[in-house]
């Protein structure tokens, strides 16, 4: 089974930028769609961004525009920049298959605040 690890959470201010990180501990290649999700305590997991083998990408309308994911399957790792940080952004982060068939990983907590 795949293990999934990401990184590059932390406090930033709104209007800031952070660079997450996903480490799967075999190949990604085999899974054409991976995806972000966020989820806030008390509240459903939400898809924030999916990406192709392609590099096709598709964003959650909040997001549009701010963030950005890419893959390097190579490297069995998976990216989430985000821009323009606002505090309804805060939550903690996770990598998955679009359909979540893997094991979730612990997330990264993001925190945007001033």
């Known amino acids: 089974q795949v293990q999934l690890v990401e990184s590059g959470g932390g406090l930033v201010q709104p209007g800031g930028s952070l660079r997450l990180s996903c480490t799967a501990s075999g190949s990604i290649s085999r899974f054409y769609v991976m995806a972000w999700y966020r989820q806030v305590p008390g509240k459903q997991r939400e898809l924030v961004a999916t990406?192709?083998?392609?590099?096709?990408?598709n964003y959650a309308d909040s997001v549009k525009g701010r963030f950005t994911t890419s893959r390097d399957n190579a490297k069995n790792t998976m990216y989430l920049q985000m821009n323009s940080l606002k505090p309804e952004d805060t939550a903690v982060y996770y990598c998955n298959t679009n359909q979540a068939v893997l094991q979730w990983g612990q997330g990264t907590q993001v925190t945007v605040s001033s």
């Open positions: 990406i192709t083998n392609s590099g096709w990408t």
